[in-house]
């Protein structure tokens, strides 16, 4: 009877662990519902037809979702825009930066079609969401780029909080004029054709900063994994970068996948998306300079949009 019992505790031991094995073998990845996700979409769509892959990927409508994630050291790679990264990072958050995926999204959309110069915008009510995050700083960058003092010459309205919430103000006209990125300009202008882009701001910066392009959003690896596992970050790099060039190529078959995956909800609006996304994969390393001077306009305007302080050398994944 001992034999018997000894015997079912081995058993279940050994189970165990191999559970645990399993677990710690799986890769999970946390992407972002808009250009992110569509970048990543042939890459989704390989590892969900796969029943043996190891890999997990997760597509999160908010970066809130994902920064808890982080928080927990929960996923072993995940999108965040990179001023998130680098307060992350500052805070001592186990993650670095591997590469940038998205490089500038971001249109002012609206009604008001009086907005012929920049100088039009003042007095006028813009709204924008999450005071202090990279569309709303970006574009007050830009504002005062061209003489406007954002605190003074204009309304900023910040009455719609996410993403989504502010698409829907402005395509239901609600907000006249509003900071809104893609995908979901080509969802507004699919809603309400009177909706009409005032300024594409990824054009608008490249007349101001030529030489710093938008590193919008950062693709981030946990520190332990990337310690333990470089061949495995080297090849999910590749895929994605892969998967980036793909989509690019391949707008009609990339937005059906775009469509299955709950991305976005019909093919119309992915094919119009994807040209203005931006979607090209960048290792980090390769634009460590790029990637440092952006951050550094940020830091300028304040410093706690990315932590307080530029991240050491060591925030990049090489």
């Known amino acids: 009877m001992l034999k018997k019992y000894i015997f079912y505790i081995f058993i279940s031991v050994f189970l165990i662990s191999c559970n645990q094995d399993e677990e710690q073998q799986k890769i999970r990845i946390a992407t972002l519902k808009g250009p992110s996700a569509m970048g990543m979409v042939k ?3 390989s590892v969900r037809k796969n029943p043996n892959s190891n890999i997990e990927i997760t597509i999160y409508n908010e970066p809130i979702q994902v920064r808890k994630l982080m928080l927990e ?6 999108i965040l825009p990179t001023t998130m990264g680098a307060i992350l990072y500052n805070k001592g958050v186990n993650y ?36 202090g995050m990279t569309p709303d700083v970006l574009f007050k960058q830009l504002l005062l780029q061209h003489g406007i ?15 989504i919430d502010l698409a829907n103000a402005v395509a239901s006209g609600q907000a006249k004029m509003g900071v809104i990125s893609e995908p979901l300009v080509s969802l507004v202008e699919e809603k309400n054709n009177k909706v009409k882009p005032i300024f594409d701001l990824n054009e608008e910066w490249k007349k101001v900063f030529p030489e710093i392009p938008i590193a919008q959003t950062a693709l981030l690896v ?8 470089k061949q495995e970050i080297k090849k999910l790099m590749l895929q994605y970068q892969q998967s980036s060039v793909w ?11 775009i469509v299955k995956y709950n991305i976005l909800p019909n093919t119309d609006v992915a094919k119009s998306s994807i040209p203005r ?8 390393k390769n634009i460590e300079n790029e990637i440092n001077n952006y951050l550094k306009i940020f830091y300028k305007m304040n410093p706690d949009i990315i932590g307080g302080k530029i991240p050491d050398k060591n925030f990049i994944y090489r």
Do not use: C
Not at 73 to 78: F, K, R, T
Not at 149 to 163: C, K, L, M, R
């Open 43 to 45: 890459m989704i769509d």
């Open 73 to 78: 050291e929960a996923v072993d790679l995940a």
């Open 96 to 131: 670095q930066l591997a590469a940038i995926p998205v490089w500038g999204t971001l249109y002012l959309f609206g009604q008001d079609t009086t907005i012929k110069s920049w100088s039009d915008l003042k007095g006028k009510r813009i709204y924008l969401m999450a005071k």
């Open 149 to 163: 003092n954002p605190e003074q010459d204009i309304h900023a309205d910040y009455s719609f909080p996410t993403h």
């Open 222 to 229: 946990n520190g332990n994994f990337a310690k333990n596992q």
């Open 247 to 257: 989509v690019n190529q391949n707008p009609e078959k990339a937005a059906e996948l």
């Open 277 to 284: 996304s931006n979607l090209k994969f960048v290792k980090a």
